[in-house]
């Protein structure tokens, strides 16, 4: 069973807003560091934002500063990524991730302990 489910993905056009969600399944995130990371076509997967188990700290790829917010519902065991003025670089199939050690929003793919199957973003131009 997949610990995280992704979702809110869906084609939009340059400019648009969109807003995903992950919902734990199975067990609480609760106190975990969570992420959100992005593969494109050919490309490594990368990072895009964190959150840490606190919710105090906050981390950011510098293409997505100031467009895209990472938030978190720990009552609800979700974790959400909204997205604003999306551009046809975002295109990817963005995942959540969960890290155990939430201390810090970490933004090392490989530091992260479960996975969800992703969702995909088109933009068009």
């Known amino acids: 069973q997949v610990p995280l489910v992704e979702f809110g993905g869906g084609l939009v056009q340059a400019g648009d807003s969109l807003r995903l969600s992950c919902v734990a399944s199975?067990?609480?995130?609760?106190?975990?560091?969570m992420g959100w990371f992005r593969q494109a076509p050919g490309k490594e997967r990368e990072f895009v934002a964190a959150v840490s188990g606190s919710s105090k700290s906050f981390n950011y790829a510098d293409s997505v500063k100031g467009r895209f917010t990472i938030s978190r519902d720990d009552a609800k065991n979700t974790v959400s990524l909204q997205m604003n003025s999306l551009k046809p670089e975002d295109t990817a199939v963005y995942f959540c991730a969960a890290r155990n050690e939430g201390t810090y929003p970490v933004v090392v793919k490989n530091l992260y302990d479960f996975w969800g199957q992703g969702t995909q973003v088109t933009v068009s131009s």
């Open positions: 199975g067990r609480t995130f609760s106190g975990c560091a």
